[in-house]
C-alpha cells in the first residue's frame, strides 16, 4: 500500500481541508514542521517520513485561476513526484501540465467537462499519466454528472474505467480532515472486485492505522493523507513493513 501525503495549496501556502468547505480553510498547523509553505511541507513529507509521491491539490486553480508552476518546480527540484489536481476541464488544461513536466495529472469529477473529455484525455496522453478523481460530497459525485449515463457513484466510476481510465481516487471531499474515517470502503471495495486491474487509491477522513488496515482488506493499493499525518496519529512505522 503506497501512502500519498495531500498538500492543499491556497493563496500560495498549505491549509487544511475541512470537510470540502474551502472558505474556512486555514494555515496548516503541523508536527512535522513549523512552516505552512508549500517547500517546506514537501520537505517535511520527503525528510521525516520518507515520502516522495506527493498529492497537490491546487484549490486556486481549481476555482478558475492560473497554477501555481513556480510551487510546482519547486516542489518537483526535491526529487519529489507530483499529483496535481489543477482544475482540469478538458485536453488542453491537461496539456498544459504535462508541457511543465507533470507526469501524473488528476483529471476530476467536480472539474471536468464531461465524459468526452475523458476518453480525449486517455486517448491522446496515456492512460498511465492520468488519474480520474471520483470526487463525491457525503456519497454523492460532484460536478458536471448530466453527461453520464447514470449519476451514482459506482456507475462513474465504471463509465471512467470503460472510457480508458486505469488509476482511479476515490474521495469523499465532506470527509476530509475531519478524521472520523473514510466511509468509502463498500464503494471501493465494490470497483477493485469489479476491475481487479484498476489501481485504486481512496482518501479523506483517514483517521489512523486502522483505516489503512481497513482498506487493505478492500484491496486498495494506495491512500491520501493529509490531516493524520500532520498530527502524527499516522507515522512511518503504521505502514512500513505492515503493507
Known amino acids: 500500500m503506497r501512502i500519498i501525503p495531500v498538500m492543499d495549496i491556497k493563496n500560495g501556502i498549505v491549509v487544511r481541508g475541512i470537510g470540502g468547505r474551502r472558505d474556512d480553510y486555514r494555515p496548516v498547523l503541523s508536527q512535522l514542521t513549523c512552516?505552512?509553505?508549500?517547500l517546506d511541507v514537501a520537505k517535511a513529507f520527503r525528510d521525516q517520513l520518507g515520502l516522495f509521491e506527493?498529492?497537490?491539490a491546487d484549490l486556486d486553480a481549481i476555482n478558475g485561476a492560473k497554477p501555481v508552476w513556480k510551487i510546482y518546480k519547486e516542489i518537483q527540484s526535491l526529487g519529489c513526484r507530483l499529483w496535481v489536481d489543477a482544475g482540469v476541464r478538458d485536453l488542453a488544461d491537461a496539456q498544459k501540465l504535462i508541457q511543465r513536466g507533470i507526469s501524473d495529472i488528476i483529471i476530476g469529477l467536480?472539474?471536468?467537462?464531461?465524459?468526452r473529455e475523458v476518453q480525449a484525455i486517455c486517448d491522446i496522453l496515456g492512460a498511465e499519466r492520468v488519474i480520474f478523481s471520483l470526487d463525491m460530497k457525503n456519497g454523492e459525485p460532484l460536478g458536471n454528472v448530466n453527461g453520464w449515463s447514470k449519476a451514482d457513484a459506482y456507475s462513474s466510476a465504471n463509465g471512467a474505467i470503460g472510457l480508458g481510465?486505469?488509476?482511479?481516487?476515490?474521495?469523499?471531499l465532506a470527509r476530509v480532515g475531519l478524521g472520523r474515517g473514510l466511509g468509502t470502503e463498500e464503494l471501493c471495495h465494490r470497483i477493485v472486485k469489479a476491475n481487479p486491474e484498476i489501481e485504486i487509491c481512496a482518501g479523506g477522513g483517514i483517521q489512523g492505522p486502522q483505516d489503512l488496515t481497513r482498506l487493505a482488506e478492500c484491496e486498495v493499493q494506495g491512500v491520501l493523507v493529509a490531516s493524520a499525518l500532520h498530527d502524527g496519529r499516522l507515522r512511518p512505522d503504521h505502514w512500513q513493513a505492515r503493507y
Open 165 to 172: 481510465i486505469r488509476r482511479l481516487i476515490i474521495l469523499d
Open 110 to 115: 467536480e472539474t471536468l467537462a464531461g465524459p
Open 54 to 56: 506527493i498529492y497537490l
Open 35 to 38: 512552516s505552512c509553505l508549500p
